[in-house]
């Protein structure tokens, strides 16, 4: 019981000195919340991240590549938010050999900024292939206007289309923008037409610079968009019906340019930070600090292989070996913790031999000696104390670097592809050149987010640092 | 001891420990290489046994193909070497890299068009000494510049908004802070290329080509001596204040020296860790930073790495591997040189 009290007085004394210090705490406090947001993350993020990240079609329903909601109080429009609507059937005529349906669904659109697309899942049942319906898209503007969209056959049960990209919408849209004196299409040729000029012409007020989403002025009122859908037999049928107009804007942190949330991959990926940086820093300095204490007792011979060992890894190129070994086994998280770890201990260990050399001197060792105490007994009770307050410090200041590190790897494309972590966010973005498409949502909060993680850590282990290193402190 | 004998011991340790080093990388790469030097044969027969002539010799009996086959494999496995045990060509490969004879790449081409890897990496040794140590050098006379101050004024609002930069700048990716810039600088304001070391095509006179090769360079440099200054600045303020509590110090202040000649002693005792560390890091430079040259398309040592790494081309993968193993031990050899030469006690040690 008296080892406990000698605990509980030395932990509330160390807390004592550890509350002086401003960004220790400062860290602590950002540490806590980074905990409390991963173990929040199942209701405030996308509970099937983990399991989902990697597979499109999960994601394939969300607005693709579109900035957080919030941006509109920066920029003081309104943007259009993702909506999903049903057609409903108006009419039916019934013919001899087929059977015409018109549905529509109406649109009431009261933002500053388009949908980024409208994408339409229909699946029906098709009896003859080769004769297959035919679906005719209008759609009538607030003013009025009305064009042609689309004529297609239904040639697949469950048909998805996006109108924004279809080939026979640009050109309707052009001649629209035509029509209505808009003089920056003149002499634009179809493959020109980006889809956000296309949604832009089709919900702006008529005019010169309508096919410009930056200067384009909105449309706002009750649009409508008809169907019509030839059927060929009596048999077939209409068995789903949707619309969407995908959100101009998404969610907190917006979407990558496969709609994957991108908040809800950040938020997940604290936990994946915190198992590598953790996993990997400890590792390494229980490592460093055994191979420093068991090189102060080696003598001779066995010191001098001790010391080798040492340099040989200390010289290695631990990047380049990393990204070599990553290439070539593919490695999960945990693997590449360890191997992080690997190649972190030889600094540690090079100090923490010199600490035990210094402490194996002091008269109190030379006392428990004379007592006859083991090597052992006098390693784990006498010199592990005194090291274990540096080795937590040298845990907390690692972290980041091991972060950093794993955040490196996963940027060249060698991470655990199975699971999000930032560094592979930040791989994503750079491979579809988010920075040259200026989308910064993609690439500021996960390098943000890196930072915080390692600072929160290099806060908490630097006020260690000086708690136990009072040489610093002034 | 004495000096000349401190420096042979340190280089003959120097050469003992390159040797184990570059044994262990080609230990590491052993399986791999020979991996692909069978599969490089099997290929190489396969081809052959399209040879029409060769068919028709065989007239299609099968044991004698089989037969041919196993006389070409045992041919080119001599050519190879591959008859001769592996701890055979692991210590080959590691001595012909000491003696740099890297032989030749895969696919990878020098600007020559030959596949020689030395020509190869001496045509991207170049850009990595132009940006890096170019940062390297800044980077150090800042820190020194900015510690000393610091730790003159220690405890003051200066010093201590330094100490949390230094640990902003140890956290925050280099090359994620050269995203950022490429998104401000370049994508936004349109003021710097967006990557690359070169407009091209490249301006033709020379006094152009240079500002041209300013222009690509300014980016990448201001990204990368912004991250480092911190650290080194810190780390700096540290060896120096540890100097400045010494006992010896004390003692000049309390005669009443001059503060100039005050500092010049705990300079003098400061310098060794400084000077290591000035070795080491431009050293270290000439490796490049493998992802920070990829973010801006910097075509030096990093980005050859990793254009190596993603083509498979094994033989440059490990040529790099010696390289920067080698740098290290070098580098390691001269900074506790230096630190034996400005600080005798080291020398005793030994």
Sequence with gaps: MVEWKEIKMKSLEFWRAFKREKLGLIGLGILILLVILAALAPFIADPNTMKEWRNPKYWEDNPQGVPPEWISIFTGKSYAKQEIKEPHLVKMENYSTTRVEYWEVKYDYQYDVPPSGIQIKLSTVIKNPANPPLLIIDFIRPDNEKLELLRKQVTSESLTLNLHLEESVKRAALSFARKCGDVEVEGKSLSEITAPMVMSILFSQKGTGMSNPGKAKPLKGEYIIEFMIIFNAPEEKVKSFEVRFLGRVYGLLGTDDTGRDLFSGIIWGIWVAMVIGLIASSVSVMIGVLYGVISAYASGIKSEILKRINDIFYVMPVLPILIAMAAAWKPSIWNIALLIALFGWPGTAVVVKSMALQIKEEPFIEAAKAVGASDAKIVFRHIMPQILPYAFATIALSVPTAILTEAGLSFLGLGDPTIPTWGQILHDANARLATVRGMWWWIIPPGFMIALVGLSFAFIGMALDKILNPKLVK | ?350
Excluded at chain 2, 104 to 119: C, E
Excluded at chain 2, 306 to 324: C, H, R, S
């Design chain 2, 1 to 350: 001891m004495g000096l000349a004998r401190f420096i042979a011991i340190k280089l003959a340790n120097t050469l003992i420990l390159l040797v184990i080093v570059s044994v262990i990388i080609s230990g590491l790469f052993a399986p791999v290489m020979d991996q692909y030097a069978r599969a490089t044969i099997e290929e190489q027969i396969r081809a052959e046994l399209q040879n029409p002539d060769l068919q028709r010799s065989f007239g299609g009996n099968s044991t004698a193909i089989q037969e041919y086959i196993n006389q070409r494999r045992a041919q080119l496995y001599k050519q190879y070497e591959l008859d001769k045990p592996l701890i055979y060509r692991i210590f080959k490969r590691a001595f012909d890299a000491l003696l740099f004879k890297f032989g030749k790449s895969y696919s990878l081409q020098a600007p020559d068009g030959t596949r020689d890897i030395n020509k190869l990496l001496l045509s991207r040794f170049p850009p990595t000494i132009i940006l890096f140590t170019t940062a390297t050098i800044i980077t150090a006379i800042l820190g020194i510049f900015l510690g000393l101050q610091a730790a003159k004024k220690h405890g003051s609002l200066f010093d201590k908004s330094l100490a949390v930069y230094s640990l902003f700048s140890y956290s925050i990716p280099t090359w994620w802070i050269g995203m950022i810039f490429i998104l401000i600088f370049s994508f936004q304001l349109g003021l710097f290329p967006l990557g690359g070391m070169h407009s091209i095509p490249p301006p033709k006179d020379p006094l152009e080509s240079f500002i041209d090769l300013l222009w690509h360079l300014a980016l990448p440099l201001f990204t990368v001596v912004l991250v480092s200054f911190g650290g080194w600045a810190y780390v700096v303020r540290n060896i120096v204040i540890e100097t400045i509590t010494q006992d010896y110090i004390m003692v000049a202040r309390a005669k009443g020296l001059p503060e100039s000649r005050v500092m010049y002693h705990v300079l003098r005792a400061a310098a060794p860790p400084i000077v290591t560390m000035v070795i080491l890091s431009i050293l270290g430079s000439l490796g490049g930073a493998i992802i920070t040259e990829t973010v801006f398309n910097w075509p030096g040592m990093g980005v050859l790495y990793w254009q190596a790494i993603t083509q498979n081309d094994l033989p440059v993968v490990i040529a790099e591997g010696y390289f920067f193993a080698f740098l290290y031990v070098i580098a390691m050899f001269f900074a506790e040189l230096m630190y034996g030469l400005l600080d005798p006690r080291v020398r005793v040690q030994w």
